[in-house]
């Protein structure tokens, strides 16, 4: 505790050397160090952005892309948002960096339907952090006006847990509802959702974890697991996706189970905006047609 430490070495004397010395460990110096950084990527320019496509699997069409965040730092490399994202969110900087994220995202929409490119949708995560400082919906509202992007084509992605574990949580997703944007829970299945709260939510996608997907030809209850969610979404009338789609057996066994949506390598792994508009943008003649006309 750093107040603590701070005591003590005020009780040592003010030159006391060791007033550095309980606290930081070379583990706590390391990730102050990161932490520092972090705080400072935007402004240098070392985050951007790679989008995932979301596909139809009967058709092969394009019906959205997921927004995933990246941090590429001359010291650390490129470093995954499973380690950065923890630590901003307990730094507070998760804030400002979801709404960098959510900026960015929105804009490039309306960058590649300039082109001619239209994305249907486009997914963004939201962080348990950036919910419990309110007034999220108004963030959400001002970047969508601010880029021009319907709020329709916006859906935003929260975990069960985001969900389960904020005491507001109802309100929130209320209020972003109320913008009009949509919802999805995000790795669905690996949470403790209950039903009976998950039907009061007015939320219209989920997503089946990709742990599920992994070895769905094989294990038994994870096929089981998958075919109960893609049965609960029909019940609920929510439609349903699975990520982390890698083979052609995959997609398969969906789709001869009810679920037409899928995210994974099978399809595309997460690239940058040129690239989904070099291999995706020119290959759906009505993609073009919208454009032109609308
Ligand atoms: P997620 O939202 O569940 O995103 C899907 C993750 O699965 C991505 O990892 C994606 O690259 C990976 N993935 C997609 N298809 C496949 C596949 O076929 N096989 C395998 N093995 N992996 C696949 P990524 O980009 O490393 O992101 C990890 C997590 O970090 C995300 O999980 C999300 O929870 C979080 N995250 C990413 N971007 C943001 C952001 O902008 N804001 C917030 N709050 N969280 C973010
Ligand atoms: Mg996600
Ligand atoms: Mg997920
Ligand atoms: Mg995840």
Not at 258 to 285: I, V
Request: charge should be negative; hydrophobic fraction near 45%.
């Amino acid at each position: 505790n750093a107040d603590v430490a701070m005591y003590q070495a005020k009780a040592r004397g003010r030159n006391n050397f060791q007033f550095y010395a309980p606290s930081m460990t070379g583990e706590g110096l390391e990730r102050l160090r990161i932490e520092t950084m972090l705080r400072r990527s935007i402004e240098k320019g070392e985050i951007f952005l790679h989008y995932q496509p979301q596909v139809e699997i009967d058709s092969g069409r394009l019906i959205g892309v997921e927004a995933l965040v990246r941090w590429q730092n001359p010291e650390l490399g490129l470093v995954p948002p499973a380690r950065f994202i923890p630590l901003a969110e307990d730094t507070g900087f998760i804030s400002q960096l979801g709404e960098w994220v959510l900026e960015q995202a929105c804009t490039q929409m309306v960058r590649w339907q300039e082109a001619g490119f239209v994305v249907p949708k486009l997914a963004v995560n939201l962080s348990v952090r950036q919910f419990e400082r309110g007034s999220i919906a108004a963030m959400v509202a001002g970047v969508l006006h601010e880029s021009g992007l319907e709020p329709a084509r916006l859906q935003l992605e929260v975990t069960e847990s985001v969900i389960m574990n904020t005491g507001d949580a109802l309100q929130f997703i209320n209020d972003l509802h109320e913008v009009g944007v949509g919802l999805a829970i995000d790795d669905f299945g690996t949470g403790y959702s209950s039903l009976a709260y998950l039907k009061q939510l007015p939320v219209q996608t989920l997503k089946i974890d990709r742990s599920f997907i992994k070895d769905i030809s094989t294990d038994a209850n994870d096929e089981a697991i998958a075919v109960a969610i893609i049965q609960l979404g029909k019940s609920l009338n929510l439609s349903v996706i699975a990520e982390g789609v890698e083979t052609a057996e995959q997609a398969a066994f969906l789709l001869r189970h009810g679920c037409n949506r899928a995210q994974g390598y099978y399809y595309s792994k997460p690239a940058s905006a040129q690239e989904l508009l070099a291999r995706w943008g020119r290959r759906d003649e009505r993609n073009l047609i919208a454009a032109a006309t609308g």
